[in-house]
């Protein structure tokens, strides 16, 4: 079994955070990205998870409705993604 890495993992998720805020990723690769990366992290505390699972469901929507049908801000909730992923880097290493 391979050991996860969490600054592999926070670099990808930066970068996907980067394309989706530039068009370039669709809401539902972004949701599919981050849930993947909290299942691989080793330690994520289940508060983590459920405060991501919050934080992807306007995307959620967006994927089902499109962009244009959902009320949330894209570069708000970009910043809430990034700050997840900054306390998360924060979290001891197992």
Same mark, same amino acid.
């Given at each position: 079994?391979? #050991?996860? =890495? $969490?600054?592999?993992?926070?670099?990808?998720?930066?970068?996907?955070?980067?394309?989706?805020?530039?068009?370039?990723? @669709?809401?539902?690769?972004?949701?599919?990205?981050?849930?993947?990366?909290?299942?691989?992290?080793?330690? +994520? $505390?289940?508060?983590?998870?459920?405060?991501? @699972?919050?934080?992807?469901? $306007?995307?959620?929507?967006?994927?089902? +409705?499109? =962009?244009?049908?959902?009320?949330?801000?894209? $570069?708000?909730?970009?910043?809430? #993604?990034?700050?997840?992923?900054?306390?998360?880097?924060?979290?001891?290493?197992?």
């Amino acid at each position: 079994m391979m #050991l996860h =890495d $969490p600054t592999r993992t926070v670099h990808r998720l930066r970068t996907t955070l980067d394309q989706w805020s530039s068009g370039v990723l @669709e809401p539902d690769v972004v949701c599919a990205r981050f849930r993947l990366a909290a299942l691989e992290w080793n330690g +994520l $505390p289940e508060r983590y998870e459920s405060v991501l @699972e919050r934080l992807l469901q $306007p995307l959620d929507t967006a994927a089902m +409705l499109g =962009d244009e049908g959902c009320g949330f801000s894209r $570069p708000d909730l970009a910043l809430a #993604l990034e700050q997840w992923l900054e306390h998360a880097e924060r979290l001891p290493r197992h």
